[in-house]
Nanobody
Framework: QLQASGGGLVLAGGSLSLSCAAS????????MTWHRQAPGKERELVAS???????SYVDSVKGRFTISRDDAKNTVNLQMNNLKLDDSAVYYC????????????????WGQGTQVTVSS
């Protein structure tokens, strides 16, 4: 399973850091991502990091957000700086967590979501 933490309320221009930890039957974790969903909007992919460390971001957060992973701890983090009102959403982590017994079988897991609210 994935457990997300670190959301909260912050003023525009401020920073927050999200963390997501995987637990359970873990052989190897491949791509890890953060998504977000604002009220009335579709869930969107915010950032991703491959097992090799390659990162990608949606244009709206480039230069402000940084995704990173720690494979020793089975975690993925999202550092969010210079937050804007439009960043307010529920943030979800997601990862392809494969088991030892089935290393070639993708197994997508979602965290429970953590609220980020940016106020003016």
């Amino acid at each position: 399973q994935l457990q997300a933490s670190g959301g909260g309320l912050v003023l525009a221009g401020g920073s927050l850091s999200l963390s997501c930890a995987a637990s359970g039957n873990i052989g190897r974790i491949y791509t890890m991502t953060w998504h977000r969903q604002a009220p009335g909007k579709e869930r969107e992919l915010v950032a991703s990091v491959s097992r090799g460390g390659t990162t990608s971001y949606v244009d709206s957060v480039k230069g402000r957000f940084t995704i990173s992973r720690d494979d020793a701890k089975n975690t993925v983090n999202l550092q969010m700086n210079n937050l804007k009102l439009d960043d307010s959403a529920v943030y979800y982590c997601n990862a392809d967590v494969r088991t030892i017994a089935a290393p070639l079988v993708p197994r997508i897991r979602w965290g429970q979501g953590t609220q980020v609210t940016v106020s003016s």
